[in-house]
């Protein structure tokens, strides 16, 4: 089979382009560099011509109120081209929960990227997957000040970039599920947590103090980012990740 992997230079596309090359497919990577640009159009049409599957993997680069309209065109464009194109499959990487987390934008703009996939012509599959073991520098960066690192006890359920990869690679090269997968590490941990346990393994001279207002994930409530039901759960634990 042949993929388009849009969005295939970066951290989880670089990956499900390996993956699903060393499976006997042709994955091309797509991005901004190899001249498609999913929110002008250009090369959209000649990077999914012939493709059996699109995996759409690109990401907005704002988490703010701008996010919605990217997802909204880069969705319609790369519909209207699989469309055109004859695709049979059309992959979404999305969160866990987002669903679930109305008052931030970046959560609703991935909802609203689900729901565009939904209604379109293509047969579809979204992967979910829950927070990425490799963000957790950034966001610990996010509310550093000093020598402290405040963050909120939102219950978080990292996943290796590796594992999703393999969720994504595997469900690309299947049957479109016309459906929602969803896939989470192994361990549940409050955010502060995680931040003391990256901090024991890598010291750096942080230290993390509680702090239920700090952040872009104190606005979650609950348990809402961790997987529910029949979710797969992926191998990679975080204290073995670190090191």
């Known amino acids: 089979m042949k993929f388009a992997v849009i969005g295939g230079t970066g951290l989880i596309g670089s ?14 990577p797509h991005s901004p560099s190899t001249g498609v640009d999913v929110l002008t159009g250009q090369g959209v049409e000649e990077a999914v011509a012939g493709a059996d599957g699109i995996v759409n993997l690109t990401n907005s680069p704002t ?3 701008a996010s919605p309209a990217f997802f909204q065109t880069s969705m319609d464009n790369l519909l209207a081209a699989g469309d055109k194109g004859g695709v049979r499959h059309f992959v979404i990487l999305s969160i866990v929960g987002a669903d679930r ?19 379109g012509p293509l047969p579809y599959s979204i992967v979910r997957a829950t927070q990425f073991m490799e963000f957790m520098e950034a966001t610990m960066s996010w509310t550093t000040e000093g020598d402290t690192v405040r963050l909120p006890t939102t219950p978080l359920q990292p996943i ?14 299947g049957s479109p599920l016309n459906a929602t997968l969803s896939v989470g590490g192994p361990d549940v941990y409050p955010l502060d947590e995680l931040g003391r346990i990256t901090l024991n393994a890598r010291p750096d001279g942080r230290t993390v103090v509680t702090d239920d207002t700090a952040g872009m994930f104190a606005a979650v409530e609950g348990d809402v980012l961790t997987t529910k039901g029949d979710a797969r759960i992926a191998p990679t634990h975080y204290t073995d990740w670190l090191t």
């Open 15 to 28: 990956q499900v382009v390996k993956k699903l090359t060393a499976a006997g497919h042709e994955a091309v």
């Open 63 to 65: 988490f703010d109120d």
């Open 101 to 119: 987390v109305q008052n931030l934008a970046y959560y609703r703009a991935k909802v609203l990227q689900e729901d565009l996939l939904k209604a």
């Open 160 to 173: 290796a970039a590796q594992d999703v990869s393999d969720t994504v690679a595997e469900v690309a090269a």
